[in-house]
């Protein structure tokens, strides 16, 4: 059963109810890891197949909206999410958040820290959708694969600050952007939400600086970009000039 629905940034939406599961897919298994003095692992040498990374589920998507406190609203209204973190454009504080990490109320079930992030900018649009690996292994060794085929690394390895993932961004053939992670942070419903500026280098503990192809400010984009940025401001929405400033300080700090 579902019903489809059209949010306020005119992405359709579709709800789902009673699917029927099919059998798990093989699975790709954990590596076993000695950590410092907790060595699990003997007479095994540690052999990471260099082969694709299997995906175990979709963990999140992002979105960039026009009219994000009102589509966060709307989110956060029908569908009963959560805020995990919030990120507001620096010396903006106080006209509220510019993106938020959503996760599903599950009570005392920890779930994702974000199943939906959410950001104000000059466009409505699918920004990444998130899939899990088993492990570190996975990701790098599935990342060499996809390397050495010629696919394009959007920006990694390293490591998120809001939801901890371990983190590796490509671009398919169409420019469609997918994020591999592992390692994710599970919350309950018992935290509160988290407050920090909106910053590049905010976006990650360690791993290369955000790069111009994740932050949309390549030259390939620039022209996109600009002129979705200017009609953005000339329309009537939350993209205002002053939060094209914000947005466009995003990216060099
Ligand atoms: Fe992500």
Same mark, same amino acid.
């Not at 920890?110 to 000059?122: I, S």
């Given at each position: 059963m579902a019903v489809e629905l059209t949010d306020p940034s005119g992405i359709p939406v579709k709800v789902v109810a009673g699917l029927h599961e099919l059998p798990a897919l093989p699975a790709q298994?954990?590596? &076993?890891?000695?950590?410092?003095?907790?060595?699990?692992?003997?007479?095994?040498?540690q052999r990471p197949p260099r082969e694709p990374?299997?995906?175990?589920?979709?963990?999140?998507?992002?979105?960039?909206?026009t009219r994000y406190i009102?589509?966060?609203?709307?989110?956060?209204?029908?569908?009963?999410?959560?805020?995990s973190d919030f990120l507001y454009f620096a010396g903006q504080r106080d006209r509220g958040?510019?993106?938020s990490f959503i996760r599903c109320d599950r009570g005392a079930t920890?779930?994702? /820290? /974000?199943?939906?992030? &959410?950001?104000?900018?000059?466009a409505n649009r699918y920004v990444h959708s998130a899939y899990q690996v088993s492990d570190l292994d996975a990701l790098a060794a599935g990342g060499e694969y996809l390397r050495e085929r010629g696919y394009f690394r959007s920006w990694g390895i390293g490591r998120h600050i809001q939801g901890?993932?371990?983190f590796d961004y490509w671009r398919d053939p169409d420019g469609f952007l997918v994020e591999h992670f592992a390692d994710g942070d599970l919350f309950d419903n018992t935290l509160e939400p988290?407050?920090?500026?909106?910053?590049?280098s905010g976006l990650a503990q360690w791993g290369p600086p955000a790069s111009g192809d994740f932050l949309g400010t390549s030259p390939k984009h620039a022209r996109a970009e600009?002129?979705? &940025?200017?009609?953005a401001v000339r329309e009537h929405n939350e993209f205002d000039v002053k939060r094209l400033i914000g947005l466009l300080k995003v990216a060099t700090s």
């Open positions: 298994a954990p590596h &076993m890891f000695n950590f410092g003095h907790h060595q699990a692992r003997t007479n095994a040498p990374a299997a995906v175990q589920r979709l963990g999140h998507v992002v979105l960039q909206s009102e589509a966060l609203n709307w989110y956060l209204d029908n569908l009963g999410l959560i805020v958040p510019t993106m920890p779930t994702d /820290h /974000h199943t939906l992030a &959410m950001a104000l900018g000059p901890s993932q371990l988290g407050w920090a500026p909106f910053t590049a600009a002129l979705s &940025m200017f009609n």
